[in-house]
């Protein structure tokens, strides 16, 4: 018996959230009496693999071939279902990017299992996985139990911590048949336009400093991007400020944008409307600037600061850089 | 060509907060519901698509009677016909049977090029139901798509948002395609349309007519089951305003606070 992990891949970078959840179920497969499995797939993936090792992993099953260079759900879901075949997994696991999200959905599909998407916390009752979710965005809390002998589940980023590195710790590299993906991918990557370098990732980010209809136009955005670049953070936005054209559609925060958790959110001129919550409302610490103090935003902030973000998030850059 | 657009209702954004555990565990019982609002985006690139190559647009909806209020969304926006998809044997279906629902459905209006569904419900939250989908109809899955970049000669090109930038991926068609946001701005429903949608009548397709085995859909083919439902915990406290006699005074209140929170 084993639980089995995907470890996302992209250019040999790993997200952390495929840590994560390999910490989590290294809990499971202790409490099962199981194995620790992982799974990469690519076209050079021996460094991600040793990654996994010292992430926690007992074995690796490592899928290596020139046609799983890019990721494509179809042949992924195929190696996947292999590697949880072979490893005797009952529980599979991959985080809940937007790759791990259609590939977890992919596998429980192709397989006859079933899935709970996105889930936010993850339990063992009885031997059996119990996945907490957020349905109605955010407003319904729910858990997710299974009919099938294998449990599929994504998992949100930030729902765990990151486990402890053992750079020294080794374990049973398996090489897994490639062949069982040849010919299933349906599509062709033709290229990535990468976003610039040091951007940091919404999802995965420990703070996010995000403006609104209040930074009034897209130089608005140079204060909040000076904010974010002095606390490391990503810089995120609400729908009114994406409408206006005045920052692209991948920094949206809520019920049509991105949902994020971080432990500090920074909202800047935005009013708090239910649909921006819906992305953020989780976050461990809110801090709201804006100059209306009848803003919902501060039914939900903890702090909060009644004025003019051109005045106070300069002040606040300016103090942090200060103390270092 | 041929589009075919999944659509399904969904309560309104702006009363999801109000939503009970109750309201919830029935399925929806005594709420007002509207389109999906991700499957407008559907819509929208469905009519697209047919304004530019021609060629047809059909929307189906898996759902009692009584659902009818997406099909109708449709055609007040210019979708000519709408067919509604039902059984008894679908109750309690999860959302790999629904896709599988969707794809007989599909596979029943015959040749088809682009299957379009919305990325997600606002009640599920699920998006798996275009993923099943697709793997039931062993076409290309394209989610997260923010542009179609070409479209003929039997293959598509589309930019995906990813989280490392803009993928731009070419599949042969047929694909099915869940959109974000940003591929389009959805149509108001015309005058014209909305009086058509008010008389529209939709074909209703069964289990036999689709040649689905009621044993595999429904409660009883189900892999996964909700329970245990919850409203989250409300954030505790109320919000600490910064007071102060200077700018600097607050911002430092500030980030003491956020120190004393360990959160910078
Ligand atoms: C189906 C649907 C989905 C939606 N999805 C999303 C979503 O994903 N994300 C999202 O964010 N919204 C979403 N919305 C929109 C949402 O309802 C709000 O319209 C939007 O969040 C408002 O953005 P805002 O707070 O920036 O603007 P506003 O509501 O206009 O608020 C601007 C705020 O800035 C303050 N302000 C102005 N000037 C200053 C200044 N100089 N200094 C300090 N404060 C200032 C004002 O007091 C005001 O509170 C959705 C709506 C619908 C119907
Ligand atoms: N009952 C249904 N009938 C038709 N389409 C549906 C149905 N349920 C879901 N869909 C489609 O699948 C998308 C994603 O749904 P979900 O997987 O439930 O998040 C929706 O936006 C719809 O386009």
Redesign the pocket.
């Known amino acids: 018996m084993s639980v089995l992990v995907w470890i996302e891949q992209y250019k040999g970078h790993v997200p952390n959230v495929s840590w994560e959840v390999l910490g989590k179920a290294k809990e499971f497969a202790g409490a099962l009496d199981g194995t620790l499995a992982a799974v990469v797939a690519g076209d050079n993936v021996a460094a991600v693999a040793q990654e996994a090792f010292a992430y926690g992993a007992d074995k690796v099953y490592a899928y290596e071939s020139a046609e799983l260079a890019d990721f494509r759900v179809e042949p992924y879901a195929k190696v996947v279902s292999d590697a949880a075949k072979t490893a005797g997994a009952t529980i599979v696991l991959a985080g809940g990017t937007t790759r791990g999200r259609d590939l977890a959905a992919y596998v429980a599909t192709l397989n006859g299992w079933g899935i709970a998407p996105d889930a936010t916390g993850l339990s063992l009752v009885d031997g059996k996985l119990v996945a907490r979710r957020e349905v109605y965005t955010g407003n319904i809390l729910a858990d997710v139990t299974f009919h099938s002998d294998v449990q599929v589940a994504s998992v949100r980023g930030r729902s765990f911590s990151l486990p402890e590195k053992d750079g020294g710790k080794q374990g049973e590299l398996i090489s897994g048949d490639a062949a069982v993906a040849e010919g299933a991918a349906k599509s062709v990557v033709e290229g990535v336009s990468e976003k610039e370098s040091g951007e940091v990732s919404l999802t995965d980010a420990n703070i996010v400093v995000s403006?609104?209809?209040?930074?009034?136009g897209p130089e608005g955005f140079a204060p909040i991007r000076e904010l974010a670049a002095v606390l490391g953070a990503a810089v995120g936005?609400?729908?009114?400020?994406?409408d206006a054209g005045w920052i692209p559609y991948d920094h949206?925060?809520?019920?049509?944008?991105k949902t994020v958790r971080p432990d500090l959110y920074i909202?800047?001129?935005?009013?708090?409307?239910?649909?921006?919550l819906?992305?953020m409302g989780s976050s461990k610490v809110i801090v709201a600037?804006?100059?209306?103090p009848d803003?919902p935003?501060f039914q939900v902030a903890n702090y909060g600061i009644v004025?003019?973000?051109?005045?106070?998030v300069p002040a606040l850059t300016a103090e942090l850089k200060k103390r270092g | 060509m041929k589009y075919i657009v999944c659509v399904t209702q969904s309560p309104d954004?702006?009363e999801l907060p109000k939503v009970t555990v109750d309201q919830a565990e029935s399925g929806n019982q005594g709420l007002e519901l509207i389109t999906n609002?991700w499957d407008e985006y559907a819509i929208e690139e469905g009519l697209r698509l047919k304004e530019k190559q021609g060629g047809s647009v059909l929307a189906i909806t898996v759902g009692p009677a009584g659902t009818e209020g997406a099909l109708k969304s449709a055609v007040a926006m210019g979708v000519p016909k709408g067919v509604r998809v039902w059984d008894d044997a679908f109750a309690g279906s999860d959302a790999l049977a629904i896709g599988r629902i969707l794809a007989a459905a599909v596979r029943k209006e015959g040749d088809y090029d682009v299957v379009l569904t919305g990325k997600t419900t606002?009640d599920g939250n699920g998006a798996l139901v275009p993923v099943a989908l697709a793997s039931a109809l062993g076409a290309a899955l394209l989610s997260q798509v923010a542009k179609i970049v070409a479209i003929g000669d039997g293959k598509i090109t589309v930019e995906r948002l990813v989280e490392e930038g803009r993928e731009k991926v070419t599949a042969d068609l047929p694909v099915v395609i869940a959109p974000v946001?940003e591929i389009n701005e959805p149509r108001y429903a015309s005058f014209m349309g909305i009086r058509k949608a008010s008389r529209a009548k939709f074909d209703v397709w069964d289990a036999a007519a689709l040649g689905i085995n009621a044993g595999s859909v429904g409660a009883a083919g189900a892999k996964v089951a909700w329970g245990n439902l919850s409203k989250p915990p409300a954030r505790e406290g109320s919000v600490v305003l910064m007071e102060g006699e200077t700018v600097e005074e607050k911002v430092t209140k500030l980030v003491d606070a956020l120190m004393a929170e360990k959160v910078i």
């Open positions: 403006g609104g209809r209040g930074v009034k936005a609400s729908r009114a400020a994406v949206q925060v809520g019920q049509t944008g909202a800047n001129g935005i009013s708090g409307a239910i649909q921006h819906a992305g600037i804006n100059k209306d803003a935003i004025g003019d973000l051109f005045t106070y | 954004t702006a609002p606002v946001k």
